[in-house]
């Protein structure tokens, strides 16, 4: 018994359907950050337990900072922003998400640590501000 | 099938479920790219039942599997992340067996299950960290996920062709 033969024509619809439906969030995501204009103050918005810890600016960042934040239970010292880049450099958790995760920059972009739920997750202050002005 | 056979093989199936599921867990996963990407070697059986049992039937496997796994070392979280996945792909892979043996494979309901097992976990996932962009991380689990699927399909095949018992339930199943 051939593993080919196996297949019958319906499986050979599924899989392409599967893997367009796993772009689906993907693709929504882009479009939601077409609205976002490009000369927009990025921040990074730092929440344990869905409370907002600290929003921390981004655009106009120069050189390397560690932050102290002891809200952040991953690890103590650990989120690190270089120029307009933030990441979490080290944590205890075992499965390693946030760090592998390594610098986010651009808007809608998350460090998400399940494990210490928390989340990092960068905003543009004025995004859609400047929509509104668009309009009149 | 008597009904005495029905209750032991469905307890069989649902036992199988959590041991299989329970050794999986205590291997790492061999997916470095996508942390928390498991084989999910569990769903042979999930598939097994809805090939041989009635649907009523595969849902009381299902329902067993997730519910002993929890007592056995998991926790309340652990609970909600394979409950949602596993009700998810269970409904979605009743839906696509009814297409029929002669359309259908045993692979392709077993992709589709192994797809929603992540779609559902990463919706719960989302739902905790209360943000949807979790979502962006399915098509490199979808990508594991279309490869165990098909491991899975062709496992299952086999014991469903080549164990005596199985082969006669799933004809006792396709006739009624």
């Known amino acids: 018994m051939k593993v080919f033969h196996m297949f019958k024509f319906w499986d050979w619809i599924i899989i392409p359907l599967i893997i367009l439906l796993s772009f689906l969030p993907s693709v929504v995501f882009t479009y939601q950050q077409g609205s976002v204009s490009a000369d927009s103050n990025l921040e990074a918005v730092v929440s344990v337990d869905n409370e907002e810890i600290e929003r921390i600016p981004l655009t106009g960042h120069e050189g390397n900072e560690i932050l102290d934040i002891p809200e952040v239970p991953c690890d103590t010292n650990t ?18 998400v946030c760090v592998l995760t390594g610098f986010i920059s651009t808007p809608g972009e998350t460090i998400v640590c399940l494990h210490h739920r928390v989340v990092i997750e960068i905003e543009a202050e004025d995004g859609h501000v400047e929509n509104e002005i668009l309009s009149y | 099938m008597t009904k005495n056979q029905r209750l032991v093989y469905i307890a069989l199936l649902a036992s199988q479920a959590v041991i299989i599921g329970l050794i999986e867990r205590s291997i790492p996963s061999p997916f470095a790219i996508a ?54 792909s269970f409904i979605g892979m009743s839906i696509v067996h009814k297409l029929g043996p002669s359309r259908v494979s045993i692979i392709g309901v077993s992709i589709t299950g192994a797809f929603l097992h992540n779609v559902g976990q990463l919706l719960i996932a989302s739902w905790i960290a209360q943000t949807w962009s979790i979502l962006l991380y399915l098509p490199v689990l979808t990508f594991v996920a279309i490869l165990s699927g098909i491991a899975v399909g062709v496992a299952a095949n086999y014991l469903l062709t080549y164990v005596e018992k199985l082969h006669y339930y799933k004809y006792l199943r396709e006739s009624s």
């Open chain 1, 79 to 96: 989120v690190q922003l270089q120029d307009e880049q933030i990441r979490i450099q080290s944590s205890d958790c075992p499965d390693q």
């Open chain 2, 35 to 88: 942390p928390g990407a498991k084989l999910g070697f569990a769903n042979i059986i999930t598939v097994m039942a809805i090939y041989t049992l009635s649907t009523a039937d595969a849902g009381k496997v299902v329902g067993t599997r997730l519910v002993l796994t929890a007592l056995l070392g998991g926790t309340i979280s652990t609970f909600m992340y394979s409950a949602s996945g596993a009700i998810l």
